[in-house]
């Protein structure tokens, strides 16, 4: 899940989006980055892995402005690094694009935008819209709300959009189509995010924005429309959440909050991996060799807790797929019952917070032993 947070107001805009992306770190991330919008143009800041680091980067290269955007990616399309980050940019440089989904007919789109003579410089399905919107808007005749409304248009698959014009500051346009997307509804400024948490430090006025709808916010006003670009009339909801309710989304406690958030947890690992048309399967961020992963004859999953249980579950699945034999362990008891390991056995560990001492030992005795790794 990525995270995204867009702003348009009075205040210095980076705080912002700094102390909103860090809100929505639970979602995880690989690279994130900002994008702020100047008299000149747009600025965009972006680094790989944690917040850290391009809170760093922020400092040797300060940013000034009222309006701006947002994001951390957890990779699907290319790989996790600062060149792929977002915000993704037009040819200009002018329009911005973040983005939470899959793009699913980015490539066909690619292939048009190329022979339209488009440049593209990331491997991401995003930057698509970006070049989209940039080609909608070459006739003149559309100003940038429009030449988004066509872009919508065009696209297929899951999505949550958020998108500025260097060249109209102050509007920005936010669209969803699957991931969520919420508005909230400040006193001269509003606020763009993939969930309440970021917002409640502004205001407790929200929109939720359903699928097919797409939202046009500047600092007055916020305008919700349909997918038939009908005006949708919804009054804002009360949140009384506080921020620590925000980060479970209203559930009573954590676990159902997880156990609702399967089967978007189960789409969102499957996006950009499988392709339903064409059958392929793809695991580009695994580095095994096809040789590799055919001699695979056991599994090991190794785990504690409720991750043990979340294995158990993944064992009647993948012996089903795989037809190979899988075996879910305790990780307390894994490395202390020399369980038969060699270099053609996989060993998956399973860790809500990648430091589950028991599992990490565990894994580490089957590393000596020569098998194949693999982290949840």
């Not at 400040?186 to 995010?193: D, Q, R, S, Y």
């Not at 089967?263 to 580095?287: C, H, K, W």
């Not at 034999?325 to 860790?351: H, K």
Request: hydrophobic share 35%.
């Amino acid at each position: 899940m990525c995270g995204i947070i867009g702003y348009v107001g009075t205040r210095d805009v980076v705080p912002v989006l700094i102390a909103g992306l860090k809100k929505l770190e639970y979602r995880g991330y690989d690279s994130a980055g900002i994008a702020v919008v100047n008299g000149n143009g747009v600025d965009v800041v972006r680094a790989e892995g944690k917040l850290g680091n391009l809170e760093a980067k922020l400092k040797e290269k300060p940013l000034k402005g009222t309006f701006g955007m947002g994001h951390t990616r957890w990779a699907t399309h290319g790989k996790p690094n600062e060149n792929n980050a977002h915000p993704h940019r037009d040819c200009t440089g002018k329009v911005v694009v973040i983005h939470n989904g899959i793009i699913e007919n980015f490539l066909p789109l690619k292939q048009r935008l190329q022979k339209a003579g488009h440049e593209f410089k990331t491997e991401t399905d995003t930057e698509v819209v970006a070049h989209l919107i940039e080609e909608n808007l070459k006739s003149g005749k559309l100003k940038f709300v429009d030449a988004v409304k066509k872009t919508l248009k065009e696209l297929e698959g899951h999505y949550a959009l958020v998108m500025i014009d260097g060249t109209e500051p102050g509007t920005i346009v936010a669209a969803k189509q699957g991931p969520p997307l919420v508005i909230g509804l400040g006193e001269n400024e509003n606020i763009i995010a993939s969930d309440v948490a970021p917002l409640l430090s502004y205001t407790r006025n929200i929109i939720y924005l359903e699928d097919g709808e797409y939202a046009v916010a500047d600092q007055k006003s916020v305008h919700v429309f349909n997918q038939k670009d009908q005006p949708v009339d919804r009054p804002p909801t009360r949140v009384l959440w506080d921020a620590v309710m925000a980060e479970k989304e209203g559930y009573r406690h954590y676990m159902l909050k997880e156990i609702h958030e399967q089967p978007r947890a189960v789409r969102d690992t499957f996006n950009g991996r499988m392709f339903e048309e064409s059958g392929a399967i793809y695991f580009n961020d695994l580095q095994f060799t096809p040789e590799e992963w055919s001699n695979i004859e056991r599994v090991h999953v190794v785990a504690c807790g409720t991750s043990w249980h979340a294995g158990l579950v993944g064992k009647f699945l993948l012996e089903e797929a795989a037809r190979i034999p899988i075996e879910v362990e305790y990780g307390s008891e894994y490395r202390y019952r020399n369980p038969i390991v060699d270099e053609n056995t996989l060993v998956i560990g399973v860790t809500q917070s990648g430091e589950t001492a028991d599992t990490i030992a565990g894994m580490q005795e089957a590393k000596t032993k020569g098998a194949k790794l693999i982290t949840i």
